[in-house]
């Protein structure tokens, strides 16, 4: 079992930031690729971004594509999202989540566990 924890969501206008964190316990936390997903009221869930155990390989989404960075600490067993230049169609719930990767990298069901979510909400 891994459990993950997100903090860091709030309110902010658009063009703020805001820096998302992650942190897991349990097993071990390095093996694990970790995604950011968000959902939307009303909207599927949808991948954001993810990076691989070591570090070595990032995937965004075009969306956030410039604008969000994703970094993972193994140390201390904790991954981060910075999110700049914010929009108002960033508003939603965002989840941690932890997986092996695969074909299925981008999609909710290539994660075997979660966080509760923490909510981002970017006004205009």
């Known amino acids: 079992q891994v459990q993950l924890v997100e903090s860091g969501g709030g309110l902010v206008q658009a063009g703020g930031s805001l820096r998302l964190s992650c942190a897991a316990s349990?097993?071990?936390?390095?093996?694990?690729?970790m995604g950011w997903f968000r959902q939307a009221p009303g909207k599927e869930r949808e991948f954001v971004v993810l990076?691989?155990?070591?570090?070595?390989?990032?995937y965004y989404t075009d969306s956030v594509k410039g604008r969000f960075t994703i970094s993972r600490d193994n140390a201390k067993s904790t991954v981060y999202l910075q999110m700049n230049s914010l929009k108002p169609e960033d508003t939603a719930v965002y989840y941690c989540?932890?997986?092996?990767?695969?074909?299925?990298?981008?999609?909710?069901?290539?994660?075997?566990?979660w966080g509760q979510g923490t909510q981002v909400t970017v006004s205009s």
């Open positions: 349990g097993r071990t936390f390095s093996g694990y690729t």
């Open positions: 989540a932890a997986g092996t990767g695969g074909s299925n990298y981008n999609k909710p069901v290539g994660y075997d566990y």
């Open positions: 990076i691989t155990w070591s570090g070595g390989i990032t």
